[in-house]
């Protein structure tokens, strides 16, 4: 994935270590274990570019993330990346933390702050496991209506059909929600509406060198095919896009910082 990202300075790692340290009566105790029962699922799902994991893993994965918290990652409501401020131009700057990656998948975090966006993108060749830690966020997910217009076959302005899979508003804790190569609704946006954690799972990452980069769409509603000639299914409340490929934009640029919650032991 290319993403320009500059480095949060110093004294937000001093103010974030002393933001964990700093008890609570009320506070929700933190699962020692639930990141590294997470790790160790990934390690047994993800087999590497090519793959896709079973019905069986997905739903191993899917019980464990639906069970985690945002203490299990070391977080908490009054972060202060959680409270950035909008830039001259555009949306507030997302942040991003990795926690762990390797060649078959990779976890990191998002942190939005209200009204900051990740624009519309793809996941080529990948499974991505998204869980919403903490507040309210917009989703809109789409697939290509055939797919056989996949990612590899898409170009700069040539708009392709795709299918409406989500456009709703989510609000923490809730199910965990699982994309694949060609469906689920891979290439998806997010807006925070409240401040945001997304804990990303994904197999496997993306990788300019192995044909994995990101693509970013700008989406119009679809009512009629191009030609005018045939209207598209209303069926089941089914709605359509056309995707547009796009230069990056502006709004997705991030901000990196160093992941300072609970580590993964890796034994290999």
Known sequence: MTIKAGYVNGPVHKMIKKKRCKKRANRTQADPMGLQR??????????????????????????ILDCMKPEDVGLCKDLPFFKAKSHA???????????????????????????????LHNHPGMTVFSKLLLGTVHIKAYDWADPSNSDNFVGPNQPKLAKLKANDVFTAPCDTSVLYPTSGGNIHSFEAITPCAILDVLGPPYSNEDGRDCS???????????SGETTLSNEEGISYGLLEEIEMPMDSLMDRIEYMGPQVLDSS
């Open 89 to 119: 131009k555009g949306n507030p700057r997302v942040i991003y933390t990795t926690i762990y990656q390797c060649k078959n998948f990779s976890l990191c975090i998002f942190f939005l702050p209200p009204t900051a966006v990740i624009p």
């Open 38 to 63: 997470l790790f160790v699922s990934c390690r047994e799902v993800f087999k590497g570019p090519g793959t896709v994991p079973c019905s069986s893993d997905v739903q191993k994965m899917c019980r």
């Open 216 to 226: 970013y769409y700008r989406d119009t509603p679809c009512t009629s095919l191009s």
